[in-house]
């Protein structure tokens, strides 16, 4: 497929290399190049949505209220996990509309490479701490972490013979598949407001090649695969955690009053503010409807299996509705790069957006998870204030260098950003210890 729907161009590298072992194509070394760094392997110690070690199992008994299936599993889904269900969605989906499934494998795994610890919570403390030196994204920190961070490949500078990162120095198309949002801080081209963004103005050169060709603003056709398999991902697994957990109760799906309030959060959150709620109430009762949908769920392994079949049920109409939509807007043969726009039908979006909701309510609005975020929001601030007083003490070897080489305060303040956010939950609080509580 890379001789066909791929030109030069797309599988082009920042620094020229030869392949170690011939025969391999240009996005299998890419996919490989993602799957074996550090920074993937750390993902198993950030948050997806519950904190790993939080919920009810965890505890070792059985509370007031509490029933016996709560303390079944203590290992909620992790940034890794996700990655990796989300890689998997993305690459029979992007197969089946023509794409080179390791182009959107890879850009499905590297997707949240550069989310810090603690989650999205973990990014609005960094963003308030790193707003005067360009603010922090997860999406940003991503490419900066492909393209300078990880350590894989390495250029010589001419001028001063110094060696300089190139990150993992995956192809072209690669870097443009995995930026789900193309333009830098404050750009958003239909929302001014919005926070997010996909590149800080020191990555701008090389983002600026990795997007030669493209259309200012536009996702090219693997990016928007990534991007629906990452909802589809986590909105049907968050959904099932939940479950799992016993947070979510099937039956209060049913509940006028409960019924409200999803539909609110749905509004508020996850569609537009002009969507009708009628709309999203109606796509609540299609799922509800259908054969497979788990009405209960007690924990047995019957009911495990159940709702693991929903799961399966959920994403297959979630893909299956864009694949055909797709295909019946562009027809058949290879969609790739900026030849196409993913069709995600507006049914199968309020579908989704209904099923965030629910998680949302139900798991992350619990009391005792905003308690937790409070207090990894003012973990991740003393430990900047820490590291800010002391670095280079505490920044580990590959920061301590850079720290050390950077040319002013701002510089200097981005690496320890970039330190911070290469941390896991737990690393986090044990260098938070270190360098708060040594007096």
Known sequence: MEGTAYTPTDLERWDTEPDKRPGRTAFQRDRARVLHSGALRRLAGKTQVVTPGSLPQARGAVRAGETPFQIWDSSPRTRLTHSLECAQVGRELGAALGCDPDLVETACLAHDLGHPPFGHNGELALNDFAGDCGGFEGNAQS?????????KRFVTLRATGEPVSVGLNLTRAALDAATKYPWPRGAHPTEPGSVKFGVYEDDLPV????????????????AQVMDWSDDVAYSVHDVEDGLHAGHIDPAVLTSGPERDAIMAVAVGRYVPGDTDPAELTDALDGLLAQEWWPHGYDGTAVAQARLKDATSQLIGRFCLAAE???RASYGAGPLTRYAAELVVPHRARLECAVLKAVADRYVMQREEQERLRIDQRIVLAE?????????????DPQFRALFDAAASDRDRKRVIVDQIASLTDTSARSLHARLTLRH
Request: aromatic letters at 8%; glycine letters at 8%; proline letters at 7%.
């Open 383 to 395: 430990l900047a204030g820490a590291l800010t007083a002391r670095a280079p003490e505490g920044l």
């Open 207 to 222: 983002f600026a090649w990795a997007r030669l060709g493209a259309p200012a603003d536009r996702k090219c056709f693997e």
């Open 324 to 326: 055909s939509a797709t």
């Open 143 to 151: 490419l900066r972490l492909l393209t300078r961070i990880e350590p």
